[in-house]
């Protein structure tokens, strides 16, 4: 199995003919000293994601062995949806409009480090 990158799924969301429902998985390492003001800002930001058009789950879990690391797991009803929700437009008048969200990752230190993005179901 290889290594995806950030940058390769964002290739593939803008890229893919697939209109079908996706899931990902992505695990987000954080620096000690910001795992509870990453953890606060999740407990946060999720209730509006969760609202937004075409997110069917959006979920995030607490690593088993490292206290310092999240993973997130979502899925939406298509490609163009999910990179509508990282887009500049993305939750009017919200704290969390537009790219909000991954500037304060980024400012608490977390990468996103993909570990899987999948057609949901078994068929093409």
């Not at 407990?43 to 690593?63: L, M, Q, S």
């Not at 298509?78 to 990179?83: D, E, G, N, P, R």
Request: charged fraction near 25%; charge should be negative.
């Amino acid at each position: 199995m290889s290594k995806i990158t950030f940058e390769e799924t964002i290739e593939w969301f803008k890229s893919t003919d697939y209109a079908g429902p996706i899931g990902l998985t992505v695990k987000f390492p954080v620096p000690a000293e910001n795992a509870d003001k990453f953890r606060d800002f999740l407990n946060d930001y999720a209730p509006y994601v969760v609202k937004e058009e075409g997110c069917i789950e959006f979920t995030w879990h607490c690593d088993w062995k490292d206290p310092n690391a999240f993973w997130l797991t979502e899925r939406w009803q298509s490609a163009k949806i999910l990179l509508k929700h990282l887009g500049p437009d993305s939750r009017p008048g919200t704290p969390y409009e537009g790219e909000t969200p991954l500037k304060i990752m980024a400012d608490l230190g977390a990468a996103p480090d993909p570990a899987a993005i999948y057609r949901m179901g078994l068929t093409d």
